[in-house]
């Protein structure tokens, strides 16, 4: 597995901004396809967005497509979600997975790797 540690959750006033980060450590960082997830107080975990090891490609939620942007740095090891026009709706605990092929995948059981996740609230 690898040891993903995520950052940059706080607390920010609907419409504003938010850049999340992903640190990947114990495997060949390019090799991971990334995903982000989040969970709700009282809700299941659900898809953010998800990269390829390549960035080639790149998925989104319905929810936060057009708001959001996924990308990664294989040099440095780290994936990142840029939030934008952020939403009360989008306040959840966000939670980066990977997992070792080729394409981005929207199911959460196709990812072996998570992190500890980080808070995202958002007040109206």
């Known amino acids: 597995q690898v040891q993903l540690v995520e950052s940059g959750g706080g607390l920010v006033q609907a419409g504003g901004s938010l850049r999340l980060s992903c640190a990947a450590s114990?495997?060949?960082?390019?090799?991971?396809?990334m995903a982000w997830f989040r969970q709700a107080l009282g809700l299941e975990r659900e898809f953010v967005s998800a990269?390829?090891?390549?960035?080639?490609?790149?998925l989104y939620a319905d929810s936060v497509k057009g708001r959001f942007t996924i990308s990664r740095d294989n040099a440095k090891n780290t994936m990142c979600l840029e939030m934008n026009t952020l939403k009360a709706d989008d306040t959840a605990v966000y939670y980066c997975?990977?997992?070792?092929?080729?394409?981005?995948?929207?199911?959460?059981?196709?990812?072996?790797?998570w992190g500890q996740g980080t808070q995202v609230t958002v007040s109206s």
């Open positions: 997975a990977a997992v070792e092929a080729g394409g981005a995948y929207e199911n959460s059981p196709v990812y072996d790797s």
């Open positions: 114990g495997r060949s960082f390019s090799r991971l396809a």
């Open positions: 990269i390829s090891w390549s960035g080639a490609t790149t």
